[in-house]
């Protein structure tokens, strides 16, 4: 008897740790998707390491069909922290973002917090997510 007292108890405990992990919700509004065609990638990255194109680096990767117009996606279930979007309209449908000679997209991206001036970089793209019930709101524009 005391163990199955002992054992709910540790479940208790468990079950109250594992909701204590502070977790919140990211959403993103893309504005403007101009063609229907190819895939519209959202990459989620938790540190600068391969942002904001290596997509094989991402913590959390949102990938749909091309449709003209305005995009949501909603990360759910994020802990708490620092983190930075990158996204890329694949026109062509080839699983890429094409660039030219000499390394500028030849397609739509676009990335938060940036004006599109310069390279962008993980420092000046970051945000914090700290709030486990207030919705964060990004509305990212293609940069070309």
């Not at 509004?29 to 540190?47: A, E, P, Q, W």
């Not at 600068?48 to 094989?56: A, K, T, V, Y």
Request: proline content about 3%.
């Amino acid at each position: 008897m005391k163990s199955m007292i002992a054992i709910l108890i540790t479940l208790g405990l468990v079950f109250n740790l594992s909701h204590a992990i502070a977790q919140g919700k990211i959403e993103i509004t893309i504005k403007s998707v101009t063609s229907d065609r190819g895939k519209v990638y959202i990459n989620l990255f938790s540190n600068e390491l391969g942002f904001p194109g290596d997509w094989s680096k991402v913590y959390q990767q949102k990938i749909f069909d091309a449709k003209k117009g305005d995009l949501r996606v909603s990360f759910d279930d994020i802990p708490f922290g620092t983190y930075a979007i990158s996204i890329g309209h694949d026109e062509n449908g080839n699983g890429e973002i094409d660039s030219n000679f000499i390394g500028f997209p030849k397609e739509p991206v676009g990335v938060t917090n940036q004006d599109g001036f310069g390279k962008p970089s993980f420092r000046r793209s970051k945000f914090k997510l700290s709030e486990a019930i207030k919705e964060q709101n990004f509305e990212i524009r293609f940069l070309n």
